[in-house]
């Protein structure tokens, strides 16, 4: 039968490329942002931060770039690993609350 | 690894029932965030906690739901009575908030529920 809800944009990579998330958010006036994976049957998990007074932000293999000009913030896996297939979430704070982009389902070909 | 823990996991239970959700956010953490998923509208946040006191319940359904913290170790969501459109799965986050800045909310691995 046909399914019904949100439509989440899909990424299919081979396994040791990189990756490229893209993230819109709503708010001007946010000040910090979050990308968070989830994997199947867990909870959200914590991947890297970056607040609005910096534009770049890197971590272990995964780096954050904020746009704030066109309001877009990306984020950047490098050797995409089986591992790392997941939906992933941007957030963005908005007075104290964190309001959650619908996600990107990254798929990993090995 | 801190991590915060939610119970149960899964939960079936029959329209009309009361449920209650449990979550024990990481020690020291002083905000709680209920969050509810759903495949239709992703992830919502019901309520949030700082220091105890309810800050924000304007996403809950206040007919039903209702979301507590006993103590700084326990936080609960209570659904009575529940209806098939609760089904969902219900996230709580934990994290710092205060003069530190921003910190990021770290998440439970979430309650399943079904309401036939």
């Known amino acids: 039968g046909e399914s019904v809800g949100l439509h989440l944009p899909t990424l299919s990579v081979q396994e040791g490329d990189n990756s490229i998330i893209n993230c819109a958010y709503s708010?001007?006036?946010?000040?910090?942002f979050i990308w968070y994976k989830q994997e199947s049957g867990k909870g959200p998990q914590f991947i890297i931060d970056?607040?609005?007074?910096?534009d770049k932000r890197q971590g272990q293999r995964v780096t954050v770039l904020l746009n704030k000009t066109v309001k877009h913030l990306s984020l950047q896996i490098a050797a995409t690993q089986p591992g790392d297939s997941a939906v992933y979430f941007c957030?963005?704070?908005?007075?104290?609350?964190?309001?959650f982009g619908a996600g990107t389902i990254l798929r990993v070909k090995s | 690894d801190a991590r915060v823990t939610q119970t149960p996991r899964h939960k079936v239970t029959e329209m009309g029932q009361e449920v209650t959700m449990r979550c024990q956010p990481i020690?020291?953490?002083?905000?709680v965030f209920w969050y509810r998923q759903t495949m239709m509208q992703g992830l919502e946040l019901l309520a949030y906690?700082?220091?105890?006191?309810?800050?924000?319940d304007s996403g809950m359904p206040k007919d039903r739901f209702s979301a507590e913290m006993p103590d700084a170790t326990l936080a609960t969501l209570k659904i009575q009575p529940s209806e098939p459109r609760d089904s969902a799965v219900y996230f709580c986050?934990?994290?710092?908030?205060?003069?530190?800045?921003?910190?990021?909310?770290?998440f439970g691995d979430g309650t399943r529920l079904s309401i036939l």
């Open positions: 986050a934990s994290g710092v908030q205060g003069s530190v800045g921003n910190q990021p909310q770290h």
């Open positions: 708010n001007s006036a946010s000040d910090y």
């Open positions: 970056i607040r609005s007074n910096m």
């Open positions: 957030a963005e704070n908005q007075g104290n609350k964190l309001v």
């Open positions: 020690l020291g953490h002083n905000t």
């Open positions: 906690f700082r220091n105890r006191a309810p800050l924000d």
